[in-house]
């Protein structure tokens, strides 16, 4: 089974570009040729491994999954904010991808919980699909069953979701919510709420590490996998993007309608 999972690794993507990369150093003659090559491959290496995944992923998943006896008792709602959306015929046009499903999942799973309305906001894509929060919307109604109080549907961004869903959680009087998203993306999204004012208690989803996850490695969290190579990628991306708010807040201040 040890020697079927490494073969299946090695010769699947990305894997098998890896090999086909080792095969190019091997060959080439040039030394910034191989040094270029040896670049990319150790770069696409690491980043395909699931351990180094993890190693990326754990400085953006400072909070822990909530329970619910730590549920505040003071919230007052439930924002969730939205990932993207994929084209789907089956749906008749376009759903929520797999990130917006999991945070509208477990924004219904906190609803049942606690019986806080639950208000959802995503803009449209440049491409014109609808709104992220209307298909997180039907979602939620259609699917789960959970009415939504509140659609913000005009951010693009995460400074956006901060700035436009103020208006609409005031109105309603809501000023401590319980912040879902994916745990990666909690700590910027969280600074940025309540940099604009909303007091928010995060409550991550879809956490890559969890206490303890050094001991539960195996041979197939140190062989390439594409999905490994996904999360390596959010995580950089999240990275820089904490980094740039923290240029944004110095240049523009708080997030604002």
């Given amino acids: ?35 270029l090559i040896f670049t990319a491959g150790s770069v696409l290496t690491l980043m395909t491994l699931p351990v180094v995944a993890i190693l990326l992923m754990t400085p953006l998943e400072p909070f822990p999954a909530l329970t619910p006896e730590s549920i505040p008792g003071d919230a007052q709602g439930i924002l969730v904010l939205g990932a993207g959306s994929d084209p789907a015929p089956e749906y008749g ?6 990130h917006s499903l999991k945070r509208v999942r477990y924004g219904a799973y906190l609803h049942r919980l606690s019986g806080l309305p639950v208000y959802v906001a995503g803009g449209g894509q440049q491409d014109g699909r609808p709104p992220v929060a209307f298909l997180m919307a039907r979602t939620l109604r ?6 939504v109080a509140g659609v ?4 693009r961004t995460s ?3 901060a700035a436009f869903t103020r208006p609409m959680l005031e109105r309603d009087g809501v ?10 993306h909690l700590p910027r999204a969280v600074e ?22 050094e001991s539960d490695l195996e041979l197939r969290d140190w062989l390439p996998s594409a999905r490994a190579f996904l999360d390596s990628s959010y995580a950089v991306r ?20």
Wanted: zero cysteines.
């Fill in 159 to 161: 400074w956006e979701n």
């Fill in 1 to 35: 089974m040890a020697l079927y999972s490494v073969i299946k690794s090695l010769l699947t993507p990305p894997g098998v570009l890896i090999l086909l990369l080792l095969g190019a150093f091997l060959l080439t003659r040039g030394v910034l040729a191989r040094l």
């Fill in 192 to 213: 940025a709420v309540e940099q604009a004012g909303i007091h928010a208690t995060p409550v991550p989803t879809g956490l890559i590490h969890y206490p303890g996850w």
């Fill in 142 to 147: 259609d699917e789960f069953g959970v009415p």
């Fill in 238 to 257: 999240e990275h820089l993007g904490r980094v740039w708010y923290q240029v944004r807040y110095w240049r523009e201040g708080v997030p604002g309608a």
């Fill in 152 to 155: 913000e549907s005009e951010s």
């Fill in 93 to 98: 046009g376009y759903t929520v991808d797999e």
């Fill in 175 to 184: 000023a401590h919510v319980l912040l879902v998203s994916d745990a990666w």
